[in-house]
């Protein structure tokens, strides 16, 4: 059995789940409401405050359903109660971050600043100028959202100059030495 399929979801206070036909799952919450429909071959139920996903057979495809299945039903629980946050940060002489209204402005040493605009249901803090946080309640919109952020300089192993997240750890080479 799948080790994370297997395990109940917790649906926490404030949070309503319904699952409609065709496995459409909608997630209220504080933070606020998230829809997705879910591979339909997987029975979802609720069971005393929790969601249990089973599956119908032992075939791969629906063994590796399975785990998926419950894990984003997971994080859609987890976006509306908490949201989802990714801190990225823009190191190199010169480069900064601005804010114009839902505008993220990136001046990264190109001939032009880099201007973003915010997607819906996701913002951008800024933290001084070079720390950008970004926050929703949808974790792949986040993640990918960041990814197209740090995508506009990414870091150099060299001097390290670009937009990096903030967990992430750069592998730093040796520059080119003079002639004796």
Known sequence: MSRIGRMPVAIPAGVTVTIAENNKVTVKGPKGT???ELPAEMEIKEEDGHIVVTRPNDLKKMKSLHGLTRTLIHNMILGVSEGYEKKLEVN??????????????????????????DPEGIETVLEGQNVIIVKGINKEKVGQYAAEIRDKRRPEPYKGKGIKYADEVIRRKVGKTGKK
């Open 92 to 117: 190199g002489v010169g480069y900064r971050a601005q804010k114009q209204g839902k505008k993220l402005v990136l001046s990264l040493g190109y001939s032009h600043p880099v201007e973003m605009e």
């Open 34 to 36: 998230l829809e997705r």
